[in-house]
């Protein structure tokens, strides 16, 4: 059996000397620029992390190698600060166990369904760091510890624990978790959730692999998944489904009347984002999230899959 590394905190330095992971990984793709910190956490870092500053590699790497850590790893004063201002709560492994379960209960998984079953899409909502996708570990305890495979209750981690159960060769596997990692999504709010979520299911590919075939995947490979981990977790309001806090006032400027002898000075209107004004969904003027329809290979706005 192959030993899992011990540590839950992934650090961003030793991504950012493995190709372009870690670029990838802080990739907006509805924006094309990085992540945004989306959270007053670190403004008091200064320049750069403010609330809407993009996450740069320099500012997770070097002597901020250690800056942006798992829930699990923050001390319990800044896990009930976090939960006092950010209404950030997390789910025990196993409630997580539970709810994906019941999901699929009844469902039998055999020779004539499984690639099916890979392939079933499934979204976590305001997933912060991605545990009903991927349970590297549980997301309330303090033990600091990864779990053993057969502790992950993630419905990714069920996708790859069939992969791995029906695939032989590594090629079959590297085919069939990309299938898996294609038809799981989750959206959150704040920048470092999002960050930590995509490195969890990065390594999440590496752990099974390594399970699998002991030894890693090739670095390509693993960019070629980090591609798609950021296409399918992205920053998003949920409530609005744009880029956080890109809507915005419009004004419009009324030009004044002229008359023979008198004329009214131009005045500045100012017009609230109607989606905000009058809670409508397809009518917010900020930045519409769009995900990727891999099977269409086509990008796609969030939004559109309402039914509205």
């Known amino acids: 059996m192959v030993k899992l590394p011990g540590d839950i905190d992934i650090k961003e330095s030793s991504l950012r000397h493995r190709g372009n992971l870690l670029d990838i ?3 907006d793709q509805t924006t094309k620029k990085n992540i945004m910190w989306a959270t007053d ?4 870092k200064g320049v750069g992390f403010g609330f809407e500053n993009h996450i740069k590699p320099e500012l997770v790497t070097g002597i901020y190698n250690k800056l ?3 829930r699990a790893s923050k001390s ?3 896990q009930r600060q976090r939960t006092k201002e950010k209404a950030e709560v997390f789910t025990p492994r196993m409630i997580i166990k539970k709810i994906n379960n019941a999901i699929g209960e009844g469902q039998t998984v ?3 369904n499984w690639r099916e079953y890979v392939r079933e899409l499934k979204l976590e909502i305001t ?3 991605a545990p009903f996708i991927a349970t590297r570990y549980n997301p309330t305890s303090n033990s600091k510890k990864l779990l053993k495979l057969k502790y992950r209750v993630g419905f990714l981690d069920k996708k790859l624990k069939i992969v791995t159960k029906f695939c032989v060769s590594p090629e079959d596997w590297l085919f069939w978790a990309k299938e898996a990692y294609k038809a799981c999504y989750g959206y959150e709010w704040q920048g470092d959730n999002i960050l930590i979520a995509r490195e969890n299911l990065l390594y999440t590919l590496n752990d099974f692999f390594k399970a699998k075939f002991k030894s890693g995947p090739p670095l390509k490979i693993q960019e070629e998944f980090a591609f798609i981990i950021s296409w399918n977790i992205f920053q998003m309001d949920g409530l609005k489904y744009v880029i956080p806090m890109s809507c915005h006032h419009e004004t419009r400027i009324k030009l004044g009347d002229l008359g023979l002898f ?3 000075p131009d005045t500045v209107e100012e017009y609230e984002c109607e989606g905000c004004k009058y809670n409508r969904p397809t009518k917010h003027n900020g930045k519409y999230v769009k995900i990727m329809d891999w099977e269409k290979n086509k990008q796609m706005r969030f939004v559109d899959l309402l039914v509205i």
Not at 41 to 44: D, E, L, N, T
Request: charged fraction near 25%; proline fraction near 5%.
């Open 25 to 27: 990984l802080l990739l």
């Open 41 to 44: 956490s670190y403004k008091q």
């Open 68 to 70: 942006i850590q798992p």
């Open 76 to 78: 319990l004063s800044e």
């Open 110 to 112: 055999d020779m004539t």
């Open 127 to 129: 997933c912060g760091e």
């Open 262 to 264: 008198w004329e009214t």
